[in-house]
């Protein structure tokens, strides 16, 4: 489902993707873990093009982003991104919107569905996160465990192949962490393709299929959680795991 090729990332003079290869199948759940710098969100950003390789290439169910051979790259680029939902830390919502009309937004503008139609898979997404109760809330009305389900529920709306959530517990109180961990690994359980960031350890050895640990900009380990939490290959990350706890 993704194909990353000899990736890398640089800003100015500094290399934050030094070479990354990683396959991810349909109904995989991989999660990225790795210290403060490593390279994890950039990865996960380039996933989407949101930040655009420096070298290397990304496959979405064995389409390329890049492909100079077409005379709009943009609209090539937009078109595999609704394939592709992505959850950040924070919640982006338009606080315009009620949750409903945030949900509904990217139906109407870029699939160009009637609000009719819009409005009944806003429903029904919202009502998957748990939340169709508050579909006219706005999102001063809402807690931020509640709106990052309104934003996981934006995102499932768009009919992703994929999802990306880019430590989208972290910006939450500790308390309304848990809600926003039930949506996600409800959706691992309904067989979602799905790439974490994440620093919650008991989630991640919970629900992953496969850690792939990464450290200043390379992979430095790629196996199932088991092995990874219990007998790892690499000092580093045997140093990482003891300095978390999980």
Not at 43 to 70: H, M, W
Not at 183 to 196: H, K, N
Not at 201 to 222: L, Q, S
């Amino acid at each position: 489902m993704i194909e990353i090729q000899d990736l890398h990332k640089q800003f100015g003079n500094v290399e934050v993707l030094k070479g990354i290869d990683l396959v991810v199948k349909e109904s995989e759940k991989v999660v990225i873990l790795g210290p403060s710098g490593s390279g994890k969100s950039t990865l996960l950003r380039c996933i989407n093009y949101l930040e655009y390789p420096t070298q290397g290439s990304v496959k979405i169910n064995g389409n390329a982003f890049e492909d100079k051979n077409r005379k709009n790259q943009e609209k090539h680029i937009a078109l595999l991104r609704t394939e592709v939902g992505m959850v950040f830390q924070k919640f982006n919502l338009f606080h315009h919107l009620t949750a409903l009309g945030n949900v509904m937004a990217a139906l109407v503008t870029i699939k160009g569905l009637s609000k009719v139609e819009a409005k009944q898979i806003a429903e029904f997404n919202l009502e998957k996160v748990g939340l169709l109760e508050k579909a006219k809330n706005y999102p001063s009305q809402l807690s931020g465990g509640q709106q990052q389900r309104v934003a996981i529920a934006r995102a499932l709306a768009m009919d992703p192949k994929v999802m990306l959530f880019d430590e989208s517990t972290s910006a939450l109180d500790p308390e309304l962490v848990g809600e926003v961990l039930r949506v996600i690994r409800g959706l691992a359980e309904d067989g979602m393709t799905m790439v974490l960031v994440t620093h919650e350890m008991k989630f991640a050895k919970d629900v992953a299929d496969r850690i792939v640990f990464m450290d200043n900009g390379v992979i430095v380990e790629d196996s199932p959680p088991e092995v990874f939490f219990n007998n790892p290959s690499t000092e580093r990350a045997k140093q990482f795991i003891m300095q978390e706890d999980y």
